[in-house]
DNA sequence: TTGAAAGCGCTAACAC
DNA sequence: GTGTTAGCGCTTTCAA
C-alpha cells in the first residue's frame, strides 16, 4: 500500500490533523513544524489521496472535457491547451469521446460528473434543453457554443464567414455553394448567420446545400452537387469537408482554383499542405481551450451573478485555393 | 448534494449494506430485494460515488494515457481507440501530453498513479529505467515500445519500413536518404532497424540524415539536406516530417515523384490528401490502442507471470509519392 | 439473506 | 499551534 498521511504524521512526530495543514492551510502551523511534516513528505514520498480528500471537501481537482471526436484536430487543438492550462493549475484531465452522438454526450457528461469539478463541453449536436439539463449535473462551461446562463469559450465563427464572403465577392464571385455542416450544430448556425448577413449585404446568389456529415467523406459527396449547381466559388462547413471537396475535384478532374475556388474553415494545420493550399479561417482553438478552463476555474468559486462568454477572434488566411472566376 | 447509498437504503428499506451488495454482487441478495433496491437506486437516479468506493477497494475504475503530443493524429488515433476500449469496459480515462518531454512524461505518470489502475504509456522518449522506475509507480502497458517485463501493444514498423525499401529497389532507386526522427526513440530505432536490414540485403547506398524534429518544421529543414544529398528517394521517419519534406520541395522548384521520390510513415488521414498522394505505411493505431486497454485491463487480474507482448501488422501504401528515378 | 459496524485516507470542527 | 475526533460514501467482515 501507498505511504499515507498516518506515515507522514508518525514521521514527523505530529497529529495527522497537523499534516494536513501543513500541506494545505500551511499558515496554520507553525513554520518550523510545517518545514518538518514537508521535509517527513518528500523522505516517503508522499503524495495525497486525492479520491479521499475529496470525498470530504467535494472538489475532485478534476475536470473533464468531451469532444464529438478525437480523430478531428480541431478538437484535439482544444484539448492539447486545456489538459495544458489545467495541468498548470493543478488538475487533471478526462476525456471522453461521444462520436457525435448527442446522447452520448450528455450521457459522458453524467457519468463524469461524480468525479470532475466542471466540465468543458464542446457538444453541437446537443439540444438547448439538453445542455441546461445536463447543466444541472456539474458545472459546465460551453466551447464554440452559445446559451444564457452557460459560460462560454466562443470563437467569432460568424465574423470569420462574413471575411470569406467578402474575399470571394472581391474576387468577383457572385454565385457561390455553401456546404452544411449538421443542422443543429451552433457552430454551423453561427457560420451560416455569418454567411446569410455577408451574403444580403453583396447580393450574392447563394446555393444552399447538405447538410452534410462534417468528414472527409462528406466533402466528398457535397462537391459533385455544387459543381452540379454551376457555382464559382464552393464555401465548405469546415476545412475536413473542403479537403474532401479538393480530392473529388482533383478526381473528376476539375481544377482548384482555375474552375472554381473553395474555401475551409479552421484552419488546421495540414489544410496548408494541400497543392494548392486551402483558403480558410483560422479559428483560435488553443485560445479558447485555455480560456474555457479559466472560466471554469473562476466559475467554480464565483457566485454566479455574472456570466461570462468570451469570444476569441477569428481570422481569415488567404492561401491558393480562391482567385477571381473565369466568367 | 447528490443521492447516495443511504437515500436508496431508506427508499428501500433495506440497510446500505444491502444496497451495496445488489449493486456489486448481486448473488448474495435476495432476488425480489434486489430488485426493491435496483428500483429505488433508478428512482433515485443513483450513481455510486466511485472515488469512495476507491477508497475501500484500492481500485479507481480509471485509467490514464499519456502521450507525447495531442496534436500529432498518430497519438489522438491511439487515444480514441483507447477512450473507447475503456468506455465500453466502464472505466473512465485521463489524458496527459507530455509535449515531447521526457521528464514530463514520468511526472505525469507519477501524478497519474494515486488515481488511476494502470497507464497506457506512449513514451518514446523516457529512458529504459526510467520506464521501469514508472512502473514502480502503478499497471504500464506501453505502446509501440518494447521491454522486458512489460506489457506492450506493438506495431511491427521495422516491418513496414523494411517493405518501403523493398518498393523502392523494386522501382529502381539505389541511393536513399533516411531522415532520422529523435535518435533515443524506441520507435525511430525500430524503422531504422527494418531499414538497415533491407539496405543490406538490396545492397542499397544509404544516406543516413538528421536526427530531425519529427515535425513538419523538421521536414522542411531535412528536405534540403536530402536534395544535397543527391539521392533519388527521401524516406521520412514519418508522415508530418515527409509532409514537410514535400512543402519545402514544392517551394524550391524540385518535382515529386519525378525529381525525387518520398515516403512518410503513419498513414496520416491527411497525408493521402495531398498532391500528389503520400505513399507512406499505415500503422494500426486504433487496433494498438484497443490492445493496449485490453492488456491492461487483464494484467490488472492477472498473476504476471505471463507478460504479453501483442504485435500487430503495419501495411505499406502505395500512392503517388514514388515512382522509377529518371537516372 | 440481511444488518451493524469498522474503516479506507483525508479534512474540518472543536478542544486544549 | 496542535491534537482529538467525527465523518465524507462506500465495501466488507462479522453476527444474527
Known amino acids: 500500500m501507498a505511504v499515507t498521511i498516518r506515515d507522514v504524521a508518525r514521521r514527523a512526530h505530529v497529529s495527522v490533523a497537523t499534516v494536513s495543514r501543513a500541506l494545505t492551510s500551511p499558515e496554520l502551523v507553525r513554520p518550523e513544524t510545517r518545514t518538518r511534516v514537508l521535509a517527513a513528505a518528500t523522505e516517503l514520498g508522499y503524495q495525497p489521496n486525492r479520491a479521499a480528500r475529496g470525498l470530504i471537501t467535494g472538489k475532485t481537482g ?5 469532444v464529438p471526436d478525437l480523430d478531428n484536430p480541431f478538437f484535439t487543438g482544444v484539448l492539447k491547451a486545456v489538459q495544458a492550462r489545467a495541468m498548470q493549475a493543478d488538475y487533471a484531465v478526462f476525456v471522453a469521446d461521444s462520436d457525435e452522438d448527442p446522447v452520448a454526450e450528455a450521457k459522458l457528461v453524467h457519468a463524469m460528473a461524480k468525479q470532475v469539478d466542471g466540465v468543458v463541453l464542446c457538444a453541437p449536436g446537443l439540444e438547448d434543453s439538453q445542455v441546461y439539463e445536463v447543466a444541472g449535473a456539474t458545472s459546465l462551461v460551453l466551447l464554440n457554443r452559445r446559451l444564457p446562463g452557460v459560460p ?8 470569420g ?5 467578402d474575399h470571394l465577392v472581391a474576387l468577383g464571385h457572385h454565385r457561390v455553394a455553401y456546404l452544411n455542416g449538421p443542422r443543429t450544430s451552433w457552430s454551423n448556425q453561427e457560420r451560416r448567420r455569418g454567411l446569410m448577413k455577408a451574403v444580403a449585404k453583396h447580393g450574392v446568389d447563394l446555393v444552399d446545400l447538405g447538410p452534410f456529415a462534417p ?10 452537387l455544387a459543381v452540379a449547381a454551376d457555382t464559382t466559388a464552393i464555401v465548405a462547413y469546415n476545412d475536413i469537408m473542403a479537403l474532401g471537396v479538393l480530392a473529388r475535384l482533383r478526381d473528376r478532374g476539375i481544377s482548384v482554383p482555375g474552375d472554381v475556388s473553395v474555401t475551409g474553415f479552421d484552419d488546421l494545420t495540414y489544410a496548408s499542405l494541400c497543392s494548392p493550399a486551402l483558403t480558410t479561417v483560422a479559428m483560435p482553438v488553443a485560445q479558447a481551450g485555455r480560456t474555457a478552463v479559466n472560466l471554469l476555474l473562476d466559475w467554480l468559486d464565483s457566485d454566479h451573478t455574472d456570466v461570462p462568454q468570451i469570444v476569441a477572434e477569428t481570422q481569415l488566411i488567404v492561401r491558393g485555393t480562391t482567385t477571381p472566376p473565369k466568367r
Chains 1, 2 share one sequence.
Open 215 to 224: 468528414r472527409y467523406e462528406g466533402g466528398l459527396q457535397a462537391a459533385d
Open 62 to 66: 478534476n475536470i473533464g472535457i468531451v
Open 152 to 159: 462560454a469559450a466562443l470563437m467569432d465563427s460568424a465574423g
Open 161 to 165: 464567414m462574413h471575411a470569406v464572403i
